[in-house]
Structures are given as structure tokens and as C-alpha cells.
């Protein structure tokens, strides 16, 4: 059997942070334990209330504060659902307020196999691949298809990859974007608020993909299909029109690992 924590959590291990992450992200989330709206995931909540059994297994990576890993746990036939987050603070919340399996890690940590397991039915990165900041762009979308295939690790033959993830395009004023945010930061971790809440300069800094990017992405991960992919339009705002963005879509796709 395994040991337990103090919160009698299944333990396996420590993680090994490979330090992939960007570490002001890991601040600002400790600092503002943000929690997304849960019905963005209504879609892929549905597949999975189609598709498991009692005896399925789920992984949440980048889970936050565990409330959208909850609904899974309440609204699906799953009884183990796993979260991974790389802030304190937010896994103490899912432990404590959601009473979750979670553990403080990264998608990069190369012993993240050894203490969370692999062979899922399901894992989830929602809302995720544009948090995974480098020095740059192009290291940072480096970072997103790394996290890709660390996901696919996690899964079992026939499993499923759920991603939930803004996309913006054209891409150009994503590069503007990120370097302001790199610049704001490089002297003050303060997020500042422009009339709406996800409309903001500071931190975090994000790295947002086109609709093709993302999509190409995923179809260049070894020996997977993308078996469902919706692609859901939003309004564009004045204030992104000012930013030159053509238009918002969020994605979400399944995409299933080879049998």
C-alpha cells in the first residue's frame, strides 16, 4: 500500500521540478488563487459522462484550486480523479476544501510517472498550455508541445487527452501581448485590470496560440488521433479589437491515444 500524508493522500514520492515553469506564474497563483468557471469544461464533461466506467481513472494537470476536478469526480462514474498544480496554494485548497487526491508538481517533472502513476483513461490540461511561459515565444511553445507529450505519457493505451484552450489569432498581437507582460513583470508582479477581469497587463505572463497552431500541434504528437474537436467562437471585445485581435476561439479537443 502507499504511504499517506497528513491530508491522507496517497503518496508515492516527492517530485523533482525540472523548473520548466516559469516561476513568476507559480507566484502569481500562490498570491491569487484564481478559480476558472466550470461550465467551460460542459463539453468535455459530457464526453466522459459517455465514455467511463467506475473503474476509469482521471488526471487533472494544472488542476488549480480542484473545482473543476471535483465536478468530474461528482458528475461522472469516476471514483479516482487525480489533480496536479504546481502552486502551494492552490493544492492546499483542493485538499482541504474539495478533500481531493492532489499533489504540488509540474508537467515537467521528469518523475511525475513514479508519484502520481500513468495509465489513465483520461487527462486533463484545461486552460493550461498558455500559462507554460519561456524566456521567449518560441520557448514557450516549445513548452506547450513538451507538455503535450508528457501528458500523453500519463495515458493508457486507448485513453484520451482533454483539452480545453483559448486560441487567439492573428499572431502577432499574441507576441505583443507576451512581451508586455514580460516587460510589466520584470519589475512588478502586480496584475492590472483593464474594465474586465481576463482583460489585464502583468502577471501572468501568457503565451497564447493561434486556432492552427494548436491544431497542428497536437497532430505532429506520435501515434494519437484527434478524435473530437470543437471549436467554440467568442465575441471579440472592443479592447482586443485595440489590441489587433481578429478573433477569439476556445478549443475544446480529444484526442485519443494510439491502442
Not at 525540472?18 to 500562490?30: A, I, L, R
Not at 510517472?113 to 516549445?142: A, P
Request: with cysteine; proline share 3%; charged share 25%.
Amino acid at each position: 500500500m502507499h504511504k499517506r500524508d497528513k491530508e491522507g493522500k496517497h503518496m508515492r514520492g516527492q517530485m523533482h521540478p525540472q523548473q520548466s515553469y516559469d516561476k513568476k506564474t507559480k507566484v502569481f497563483f500562490d498570491s491569487q488563487t484564481p478559480e476558472y468557471p466550470t461550465e467551460w469544461f460542459n463539453y468535455l464533461l459530457g464526453f466522459v459522462q459517455r465514455t467511463s466506467t467506475k473503474k476509469s481513472t482521471l488526471i487533472d494537470i494544472g488542476c488549480g484550486s480542484g473545482n473543476v476536478l471535483l465536478v468530474f469526480r461528482e458528475k461522472t462514474k469516476i471514483k479516482r480523479c487525480v489533480g496536479v498544480d504546481v502552486s502551494t496554494q492552490l493544492i492546499k485548497k483542493a485538499r482541504n476544501d474539495y478533500k481531493l487526491e492532489a499533489y504540488e508538481g509540474s508537467v515537467f517533472d521528469h518523475n511525475l510517472c513514479d508519484v502520481v502513476g500513468s495509465n489513465y483513461d483520461y487527462v486533463i490540461l484545461g486552460q493550461i498550455l498558455h500559462h507554460l511561459v519561456g524566456k521567449t515565444r518560441n520557448q514557450s511553445k516549445g513548452n506547450a508541445r513538451k507538455a503535450l507529450l508528457s501528458a500523453m505519457r500519463l495515458l493508457q493505451s486507448g485513453g484520451y487527452l482533454l483539452i480545453y484552450e483559448p486560441t487567439y489569432y492573428p499572431s502577432l498581437p499574441c507576441d505583443i501581448i507576451f512581451w508586455i507582460k514580460r516587460f510589466v513583470t520584470s519589475f512588478s508582479m502586480r496584475r492590472i485590470d483593464i474594465l474586465r477581469k481576463f482583460h489585464n497587463i502583468g502577471a501572468p505572463v501568457v503565451s497564447f496560440l493561434t486556432h492552427k497552431e494548436l491544431k497542428v500541434m497536437i497532430q505532429h504528437i506520435p501515434d494519437c488521433r484527434i478524435k473530437e474537436w470543437i471549436s467554440e467562437p467568442w465575441h471579440v471585445t472592443w479592447i482586443k479589437r485595440l489590441g489587433l485581435i481578429g478573433s477569439e476561439k476556445r478549443i475544446s479537443c480529444v484526442v485519443q491515444k494510439g491502442r
